[in-house]
Protein backbone atom coordinates (compact mmCIF):
# COMPACT_ATOMS: atom_id res chain seq x y z
CA UNK A 1 0.00 0.00 0.00
CA UNK A 2 2.87 2.24 0.86
CA UNK A 3 4.09 1.90 -2.60
CA UNK A 4 0.55 2.64 -4.25
CA UNK A 5 -0.70 5.06 -2.34
CA UNK A 6 2.19 7.09 -1.06
CA UNK A 7 4.05 7.21 -4.34
CA UNK A 8 7.42 5.52 -2.56
CA UNK A 9 9.86 3.56 -4.68
CA UNK A 10 9.60 0.02 -4.63
CA UNK A 11 12.99 -0.69 -3.86
CA UNK A 12 12.95 1.29 -0.69
CA UNK A 13 9.74 -0.11 0.82
CA UNK A 14 11.11 -3.71 0.27
CA UNK A 15 14.12 -2.48 1.50
CA UNK A 16 12.59 -2.10 4.70
CA UNK A 17 10.20 -5.03 4.57
CA UNK A 18 13.31 -7.42 4.52
CA UNK A 19 11.78 -8.73 0.49
CA UNK A 20 13.55 -8.37 -2.56
CA UNK A 21 12.05 -6.03 -4.95
CA UNK A 22 10.97 -8.38 -7.22
CA UNK A 23 8.69 -10.04 -4.80
CA UNK A 24 7.10 -6.73 -4.10
CA UNK A 25 6.31 -5.83 -7.90
CA UNK A 26 4.83 -9.79 -8.07
CA UNK A 27 2.65 -8.66 -5.05
CA UNK A 28 1.84 -5.27 -6.28
CA UNK A 29 0.75 -6.47 -9.94
CA UNK A 30 -1.42 -9.32 -8.63
CA UNK A 31 -3.09 -6.66 -6.06
CA UNK A 32 -3.44 -4.20 -8.81
CA UNK A 33 -5.67 -6.62 -10.87
CA UNK A 34 -9.72 -6.79 -9.81
CA UNK A 35 -10.59 -9.04 -7.35
CA UNK A 36 -12.53 -11.09 -10.39
CA UNK A 37 -9.05 -11.22 -11.86
CA UNK A 38 -7.58 -13.12 -9.11
CA UNK A 39 -10.29 -15.36 -8.53
CA UNK A 40 -9.53 -16.28 -12.03
CA UNK A 41 -6.34 -16.76 -12.14
CA UNK A 42 -6.36 -18.72 -8.40
CA UNK A 43 -8.78 -20.77 -10.38
CA UNK A 44 -6.52 -21.41 -13.20
CA UNK A 45 -3.64 -22.30 -10.91
CA UNK A 46 -6.13 -24.72 -8.95
CA UNK A 47 -6.91 -26.62 -12.54
CA UNK A 48 -3.54 -26.54 -13.58
CA UNK A 49 -2.40 -28.45 -10.34
CA UNK A 50 -5.15 -30.40 -10.89
CA UNK A 51 -4.49 -31.47 -14.44
CA UNK A 52 -0.84 -32.34 -13.46
CA UNK A 53 -1.56 -34.61 -11.06
CA UNK A 54 -3.72 -36.31 -13.32
CA UNK A 55 -1.29 -36.64 -15.86
CA UNK A 56 1.20 -37.93 -13.35
CA UNK A 57 -1.42 -40.57 -12.75
CA UNK A 58 -2.11 -41.30 -16.25
CA UNK A 59 1.40 -42.12 -16.73
CA UNK A 60 2.31 -43.99 -14.39
CA UNK A 61 -0.96 -46.54 -15.53
CA UNK A 62 1.02 -46.26 -19.13
CA UNK A 63 4.26 -47.13 -17.31
CA UNK A 64 2.97 -50.48 -15.95
CA UNK A 65 1.23 -51.54 -18.72
CA UNK A 66 3.81 -50.87 -20.83
CA UNK A 67 6.15 -52.96 -18.12
CA UNK A 68 3.00 -55.94 -17.75
CA UNK A 69 3.01 -56.18 -21.75
CA UNK A 70 6.95 -56.80 -22.11
CA UNK A 71 6.50 -59.37 -19.03
CA UNK A 72 4.09 -61.29 -20.95
CA UNK A 73 6.20 -61.32 -24.50
CA UNK A 74 8.98 -62.48 -22.27
CA UNK A 75 6.97 -65.63 -20.29
CA UNK A 76 5.82 -66.49 -23.82
CA UNK A 77 9.20 -66.79 -25.03
CA UNK A 78 10.14 -68.63 -22.09
CA UNK A 79 7.30 -70.97 -22.85
CA UNK A 80 7.22 -71.64 -26.36
CA UNK A 81 3.73 -73.18 -26.52
CA UNK A 82 2.44 -70.30 -25.23
CA UNK A 83 -0.06 -68.59 -27.73
CA UNK A 84 -0.73 -65.99 -26.14
CA UNK A 85 -1.17 -64.51 -23.08
CA UNK A 86 -3.74 -62.11 -20.72
CA UNK A 87 -2.67 -60.27 -18.42
Known amino acids: MQV ?3 DYEVSEVAERLGISAKSLHTWKAQ ?27 VT ?8 RSGLGA ?6 TACASVAL
Open 31 to 57: FAKSPRARSEVAEQAAEIKRLKRELAR
Open 74 to 79: RLCAVE
Open 60 to 67: DERTILKD
Open 4 to 6: VER
